[in-house]
């Protein structure tokens, strides 16, 4: 069942508890540092009842329409609507917001495929996953546990005392948990959070091993934000980006919270709490809408640094024109990569499909080399003219000031707001926190660069690498025999 725009907002005054330093915030619809985010999310659940992306972004089963996010992909025609739902989103969202709706239904979808592996939780995984895509739920995760918190001097503290996330205690109706859990990308906008271990866990630490789903509001858990960007805009015209699509980035606390039988998938299993996502198709679905949301990205990117030439009257210099070329070959490099993971989909033994994990994990590890770099390119074709605007838009409410800029600021090329208006999207994405936090994120959302090669190197082809090898050593060699033997010198 598809929600609308307004249900989803409804759906966000729920009681949740979100902490911005020392305030509480109670509504994120309407506190001025997340409303405009809010909306934008709203605008993707609109988004879905309008003519011009309903096919991209949903499907029918059973007389239903549903999110395309929650669709099991059986075949390559499949896989190819999924991308196309999370590109729709990604074009939406001008690839500012990665942890959108379709990225954790991702796992939600590839654990609902295999369900069965979950051994006695298999019922719960299988009716979650059919739960969340009726109820058109918008997940989040947490799956990572605070910093040192693997140090073995935490092992020694009593449960209560340690930071990780852990059971602390078990009645009839299910479990309670405390402790954190890192990071919880656009938490402050979702539904219910996702709980697992994406990273392993050493012996000793059988009660981290739960993996489940909690909704936003439930007794006992805060989110502890990050500074938000959003209120601290002057306007839209200032901050395009900034202003409407800063996802925010949530530490979740948990204080005793109840989590039912019903809502958990695993249990004091350390191995399989994290194997889940490597050995069902949950990483690759979810990961493949980061490969098309940093493909959307960088078209937001090399088309503002080409329009940035044009305005300054440069697009013409060779060397201009080389650092356009460049950057257009990194840009079909990200798309490449996308479409192959859809062209050399994997099949799985149990009926589905999913997208080839090895060029999925190459595409990953591509955005994280290369996003810093297509930034530094952006920004050396700027040049000065970030800094040459007014301090912010209200040199447009006086109208001596708007006159002398009007007069004095427009070139040839574009009017005096025009530019204003593309120096400041530049810089928002360049310079500001916002741009900062992206900066970060993009490099570090599926962990340190080495974890993203470990992944590479797991589902590299490696035996018919070897093969190969293997064909070569042994087609030569065979006319030693027929050579004579030299003496050994003495």
């Known amino acids: 069942m598809l929600k609308t725009g307004a249900e989803y907002l409804e759906g966000l ?10 305030e509480r915030v109670d509504d994120v619809t309407t506190h001025p540092a997340f409303c405009k985010a809010a909306r934008s999310y709203a605008a993707l659940y609109d988004a879905r009842l309008d003519s011009r992306y309903a096919d991209a972004l949903t499907y029918e089963e059973g007389g239903e329409r549903y999110a ?27 690839g500012m917001m990665g942890r959108s709706p379709d990225f954790v239904a991702g796992y939600v979808t590839g654990v609902g495929m295999d369900s069965q592996a979950f051994g006695a939780y298999a019922a719960n995984v299988a009716a ?14 947490a799956v990572t546990p605070p910093p040192g918190s693997r140090d073995p001097s935490y092992t020694s503290r009593p449960t209560n005392a340690q930071p990780a996330l852990a059971v602390v205690g078990e009645d009839e109706r299910g479990v309670f948990i405390s402790g954190t859990k890192m990071l919880a990308t656009s938490a402050a906008y979702s539904d219910e959070i996702w709980i697992g271990n994406i990273q392993p ?11 489940c789903a909690i909704p936003c509001a439930a007794s006992g858990l805060s989110l502890w934000s990050r500074k938000p960007y959003g209120g601290a805009t002057v306007s839209e015209m200032d901050n395009p980006l900034s202003s409407r699509f800063d996802e925010s980035d949530c530490i979740v606390v948990c204080e005793r919270v109840h989590v039912p039988w019903e809502r958990i998938f695993v249990l004091d299993d350390a191995v399989w709490s994290r194997e889940l996502y490597f050995r069902t198709a949950a990483h690759s679905l979810s990961n493949h809408q980061s490969s098309v949301r940093y493909q959307s990205k960088t078209a937001l990117l090399i088309g503002l640094a080409q329009r940035i030439t044009r305005l300054t009257g440069s697009s013409a210099i060779p060397a201009v024109v080389d650092e356009l070329g460049h950057l257009a070959a990194l840009y079909g490099q990200i798309a490449a990569m996308v479409a192959g993971q859809i062209q050399d989909f994997e099949t799985l033994d149990n009926g589905y499909v999913t997208y080839n ?29 970030v800094l040459q605007m007014p301090a912010d838009a209200s040199v447009f409410a006086n109208p001596n000031t708007r006159e002398i800029f009007e007069r004095l600021w427009w070139m040839p090329t574009s009017s005096a707001i025009d530019r204003f208006k593309v120096m400041k999207l530049a810089w928002d994405i360049l310079g500001t926190d916002f741009a ?28 018919e ?8 050593l042994a087609s030569y060699g065979g006319d030693i025999a027929e050579r004579p033997s030299r003496a050994a010198p003495t």
């Open 13 to 22: 005054r729920d009681g949740r508890v979100i902490y911005v330093g020392g």
């Open 465 to 472: 690498i070897q093969g190969r090898i293997d064909g070569l």
């Open 436 to 463: 900062g936090r992206h900066a970060q994120y993009e490099r570090f959302y599926m962990g340190p660069a080495f974890i993203v090669r470990s992944h590479n190197n797991r589902e590299c082809g490696w035996s």
């Open 357 to 385: 994990r090895h060029y999925m994990y190459a595409a990953i590890y591509f955005a994280t080399q290369n996003y810093d770099a297509i930034c530094a390119k952006v920004r050396e074709l700027s040049g000065g003219g």
């Open 201 to 211: 866990l050493a012996p000793g630490h059988e009660k981290e091993a739960i993996t």
């Open 68 to 94: 395309a996010y929650y669709l099991k992909p059986r075949n390559r025609k499949d896989l190819e609507h999924r991308s196309a739902c999370s590109a729709a989103i990604a074009d939406l969202t001008y």
């Open 128 to 141: 979650y996953y059919k739960r969340a895509r009726h109820e058109d739920l918008f997940l989040s995760h």
